[in-house]
């Protein structure tokens, strides 16, 4: 921290040295370097190219002293509640619930931006922070960093972001869910668009035939968004190699990608510990997928996540939901899967699969069959996710259900909520 001031409007601390990591403790922490201005109403935290990234209100209307706002790169704000510390790191794995103001298929907690004083934060900040900052009062490396925090204005975040989604070829429908363990901060690189599938349930998929992009394209956005993120790279260690299934990939554009982007964001230099990458795969590129991939990935530094929409190991409930792959193809991808994760110490491979009330009780059978009796002891590796169906539906029954399934598995089980970028 190099500044730090009180005088009768605003608190000052300028590069504020956060943690080093994102540890799963109850109460919240806030990685990486950044600065923070305080109001008599509010704590307002900004990156190091002074755009707001996190606030929350202080007085007695907030509903938490542990709640805050978060703020995406795609200019999304996410309100962090606790769900009142009820099941919420048994659900989630984590233990913050995060709130959308965007259709999600969240299922535990209420709406948070419901109340006024949550929604009127997400639509007012900016004019909340012009009221308080009246430059006139500070010393000059305050009022710089006020200046260019007030340049930061609503339209040229949602600008930037509209940028970011040029680059990337637009905005990321759904993170995978292992993301949560770098709280989905992350640098999106799109190395293949679509997927091959275009189940019926879907609703992140889009229109796109899976198709991969050229090394030239990929460098050419990594560069981009080497320019975007800037000042603030030193808080990344962790990126996303877009879209739905990027595992289905050559292995040599995947391998390409995640070194050249390690590389030229600095990510071996970041402020923060250790080193990430996230993808998606599906039952086809899993199956395809040469054991070499595998044996180079556990050669990166770091940890590599890929997550597998599997939905259902039973032939009804996919003939339902129109996904266009067999049983069989869903039980070998589990199998191999978790022969994979035995075998590779900085690669963990998820899964997902759906979960929804009107759903054949073969599918439960047969889900239960596979996270249950293919292993004998409980396993590190290998997390089960399940995603509700039906968006924006909080269902009593369904995390009964969800309590049911985890209490069985032998894997780390936890429910998959849906963010985009
Ligand atoms: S579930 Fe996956 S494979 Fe199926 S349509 Fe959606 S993105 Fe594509």
Known sequence: MTTASLNTQCKFSLRVNGCTTFPKISYP???????????????????????????????????????????????????YSTGGYTGVFEATGEYYLPNFNYSSNNIIGGNPFKAKEISGFADDWFTFLQAAANAELYAPAERSFLYEVLLNNPTRLQAKAQLLHNIIGGQVSVLPPDARHVGYNLIPVTISRGCLYKCRFCSVKNNHPFTELPLTDIDQQIEELRRLYSNDLINYNAIYLGEHDALNAAPGTILHSIHKSYNRFGLYDSYLEGVSCFFFGSATSILEAPEQLFFELNQIPGMVYINIGLESPNQTTLDQLGKPITSAQVWDAFKRIQSLNRAYTHLEISVNFI???????????????LIRDTEFFQQAKGTVYFSPLSFDKPSRSRMFEFNRLKLMSRFPTFLYIIQRL
């Open 29 to 79: 922490t806030h990685p990486g370097i950044y600065n923070t201005l305080e109001t008599e109403q509010h704590v307002f935290h900004f990156n190091l190219n002074n755009e707001i990234i996190r606030a929350k209100g202080k007085d007695k209307n907030w509903r938490h002293p542990h709640e805050w706002f978060k703020r995406t790169m795609g200019n999304d704000w996410v309100y």
């Open 355 to 369: 979960m929804d009330e009107n759903l054949p009780a073969a599918h439960y059978r047969e889900v239960e069959q």
